[in-house]
């Protein structure tokens, strides 16, 4: 398992989850949500430099067959102009179907009301697709896709 701080990235329509891990990359623990839109890739380029972090993982909406649709997109996209920001450190990309669902489900099952979940639900969204990455690596010794800087 490398070592170094990762951020976990949820990229929404109208809101950005933000979560980070300990240098040991054991505990993945939420940050803050951000709106979606001007600002935001400067926020997270400002929070990955000041923990000198080795990569962010970016989430991947696919659809439920695999495919590509609008919000995969809009991460990719996302993802690129991050990754841009703040070469050399990587930016990745990791399947994160359902981890909005799941994370209500755990916020549900943690006792908050569902309406107190839209402040935190993209916080914990952020947190699963850090814990996947951190678990993909602990358990294969492989780390998600890199992001490619130029257009596809």
Do not use: C, Y
């Amino acid at each position: 398992m490398r070592v170094g701080v990762r951020f976990g990235v949820d990229v929404g329509a109208a809101r950005i989850g933000v979560a980070r891990s300990d240098s040991a990359g054991i505990l993945a623990t939420p940050v803050t949500t951000l709106r979606s839109g001007k600002g935001d890739v400067d926020a997270v380029a400002k929070m990955v430099r000041e923990a000198d972090a080795l990569e962010v993982i970016v989430g991947l909406p696919l659809n439920m067959d695999g495919t590509e649709g609008a919000s995969a997109k809009k991460a990719r996209s996302w993802a690129r102009r991050l990754s841009r920001r703040i070469a050399p450190v990587a930016v990745r990309m990791l399947d994160e179907r359902l981890s909005t669902v799941q994370a209500h489900r755990q916020l549900h099952e943690a006792g908050r009301k569902e309406i107190t979940h839209r402040r935190v639900v993209d916080q914990a969204a952020a947190v699963i697709i850090l814990e996947n990455a951190l678990e993909q690596e602990r358990m294969s010794g492989r780390v998600p896709e890199l992001v490619q800087t130029a257009e596809e």
